[in-house]
């Protein structure tokens, strides 16, 4: 079967199980209390990024949601509840949100879906010793009787020690999510929390390694641009912060259920733009790449290479997909990757791109024993953590490449 037939395939029953499974929730939620219309409106902010004269401020403005944090007892049903909440975040349509940042005060107006996002020059430079600088945002005229809503929208700026940045994917990159199995992706998303959620084993401590650089002095920036719905966004940085991922601006893309939304057209006009304005945006700050062959990163991040040629020291795409045509296709791509003067790394588990950099003087040699140990705890080898599904399954896996 083509990959084409198998991915609309894969579509056609994602589209018509969330269409069922909103439907079910519905009727289920309004006997449990959460079909309220007369909720008050929240401001849901996102990590925004710039430089000290120019900043993103972006969030949206939605229906309060009142989920609690996630728990490790919260039960399935529990998690589902939550779920449909973030699925059924009614939005107020052109909001208007103040923003004060820098000295500078804008109003902005969301579009139709409650989504706000704008670049705003600043008066004056602003600098942050710890690489993030506040945005407060308030909410225009909110609904009648109900408490002002008010946010603070995080901005990741330069400090001035950074040697490189690091852009990466999430789902199947960073968070396990099954994406290749339809009904593993579905329990995954649908009936876990940030708590329940598992990190590939070592991915903390190879990042908080880029973090710091090749001498453990630098705050190199990383951004994560994901597929995955802002639906979720809380889930995705509550689970960050447990499992102690260093803390980057994090893209995501409006929730879409149509038999388009996994398309490689679809995910390259939303993946690339996001790419190509923070490559834009730092001009001498060369960057690492971090993906999976589940989707379409590899073929993502060659088209990169191209537009920004000199800029990409490293591809690390990780293999989940245990398909000898797919790891053929990405060892093709590593080729053009290498002819362009780049490397492209297509590994099993993240020691090895951890080995890599450290040869390339991009981390501490001496990370990776934490990167080793952090791998062994995922996996539930030292009995410190549960073990990661899949972790210790040798049976399908493709060998490490690298082509350089």
Same mark, same amino acid.
């Given at each position: 079967?083509?990959?084409?037939?198998?991915?609309?395939?894969?579509?056609?029953?994602?589209?018509?199980?969330?269409?069922?499974?909103?439907?079910?929730?519905?009727?289920?939620?309004?006997?449990?209390?959460?079909?309220?219309?007369?909720?008050?409106?929240?401001?849901?902010?996102?990590?925004?990024?710039?430089?000290?004269?120019?900043?993103?401020?972006?969030?949206?403005?939605?229906?309060?949601?009142?989920?609690?944090?996630?728990?490790?007892?919260?039960?399935?049903?529990?998690?589902?509840?939550?779920?449909?909440?973030?699925?059924?975040?009614?939005?107020?349509?052109?909001?208007?949100?103040?923003?004060?940042?820098?000295?500078?005060?804008?109003?902005?107006?969301?579009?139709?879906?409650?989504?706000?996002?704008?670049?705003?020059?600043?008066?004056?430079?602003?600098?942050?010793?710890?690489?993030?600088? =506040?945005? %407060? #945002?308030? /909410?225009? !005229?909110?609904?009648?009787?109900?408490?002002?809503?008010?946010?603070?929208?995080? +901005? *990741?700026?330069?400090?001035?020690?950074?040697?490189?940045?690091?852009?990466?994917?999430?789902?199947?990159?960073?968070?396990?999510?099954?994406?290749?199995?339809?009904?593993?992706?579905?329990?995954?998303?649908?009936?876990?929390?940030?708590?329940?959620?598992?990190?590939?084993?070592?991915?903390?401590?190879?990042?908080?390694?880029?973090?710091?650089?090749?001498?453990?002095?630098?705050?190199?920036?990383?951004?994560?641009?994901?597929?995955?719905?802002?639906?979720?966004?809380?889930?995705?940085?509550?689970?960050?912060?447990?499992?102690?991922?260093?803390?980057?601006?994090?893209?995501?893309? =409006?929730? %879409? #259920?149509? /038999?388009? !939304?996994?398309?490689?057209?679809?995910?390259?006009?939303?993946?690339?733009?996001? +790419? *190509?304005?923070?490559?834009?945006?730092?001009?001498?700050?060369?960057?690492?790449?971090?993906?999976?062959?589940?989707?379409?990163?590899?073929?993502?991040?060659?088209?990169?290479?191209?537009?920004?040629?000199?800029?990409?020291?490293?591809?690390?795409?990780?293999?989940?997909?245990?398909?000898?045509?797919?790891?053929?296709?990405?060892?093709?791509?590593?080729?053009?990757?290498?002819?362009?003067?780049?490397?492209?790394?297509?590994?099993?588990?993240?020691?090895?791109?951890?080995?890599?950099?450290?040869?390339?003087?991009?981390?501490?040699?001496?990370?990776?024993?934490?990167?080793?140990?952090?791998?062994?705890?995922?996996?539930?080898?030292?009995?410190?953590?549960?073990?990661?599904?899949?972790?210790?399954?040798?049976?399908?896996?493709?060998?490490?490449?690298?082509?350089?």
């Amino acid at each position: 079967m083509s990959d084409d037939v198998s991915s609309r395939g894969w579509r056609e029953r994602i589209s018509r199980f969330a269409g069922d499974l909103r439907a079910e929730i519905e009727r289920a939620g309004k006997s449990v209390g959460i079909g309220d219309d007369d909720r008050p409106y929240e401001i849901a902010p996102y990590r925004g990024y710039g430089t000290p004269s120019r900043v993103l401020v972006h969030g949206r403005v939605i229906e309060s949601r009142r989920i609690a944090p996630a728990m490790e007892s919260d039960t399935m049903w529990r998690n589902l509840i939550n779920t449909y909440k973030r699925i059924d975040s009614d939005p107020l349509p052109r909001a208007r949100v103040q923003v004060r940042v820098g000295g500078v005060e804008r109003e902005i107006v969301a579009d139709d879906e409650g989504f706000f996002r704008e670049w705003i020059e600043l008066a004056s430079p602003i600098a942050s010793g710890e690489g993030w600088h =506040d945005a %407060d #945002v308030a /909410l225009q !005229a909110p609904r009648e009787g109900h408490p002002e809503a008010r946010a603070i929208v995080p +901005i *990741r700026v330069p400090v001035g020690t950074e040697t490189f940045g690091v852009i990466s994917d999430l789902d199947d990159t960073v968070i396990q999510s099954r994406i290749t199995s339809f009904l593993q992706a579905v329990r995954t998303v649908m009936l876990g929390n940030a708590r329940t959620r598992l990190p590939f084993p070592g991915v903390a401590a190879f990042y908080r390694a880029l973090e710091r650089g090749g001498d453990g002095e630098r705050r190199n920036p990383i951004f994560y641009v994901s597929s995955s719905p802002w639906n979720i966004y809380d889930v995705i940085a509550d689970f960050m912060e447990i499992q102690r991922i260093p803390t980057g601006p994090i893209h995501l893309r =409006d929730w %879409d #259920v149509g /038999l388009d !939304a996994l398309t490689s057209s679809r995910l390259k006009r939303h993946k690339e733009p996001i +790419i *190509r304005e923070i490559l834009d945006l730092y001009p001498s700050l060369p960057f690492i790449l971090i993906g999976d062959d589940s989707q379409k990163d590899p073929e993502i991040y060659r088209s990169i290479i191209d537009a920004y040629p000199g800029r990409i020291l490293a591809i690390y795409i990780r293999n989940v997909r245990a398909d000898p045509a797919r790891s053929a296709s990405v060892q093709a791509l590593a080729k053009e990757v290498v002819a362009a003067g780049s490397t492209l790394m297509l590994a099993d588990d993240t020691f090895a791109a951890a080995a890599h950099a450290a040869e390339q003087g991009w981390i501490r040699k001496d990370a990776l024993d934490a990167v080793h140990e952090e791998r062994r705890a995922d996996e539930g080898v030292t009995g410190t953590k549960a073990d990661a599904p899949g972790a210790s399954d040798p049976g399908d896996k493709t060998p490490t490449i690298v082509v350089e």
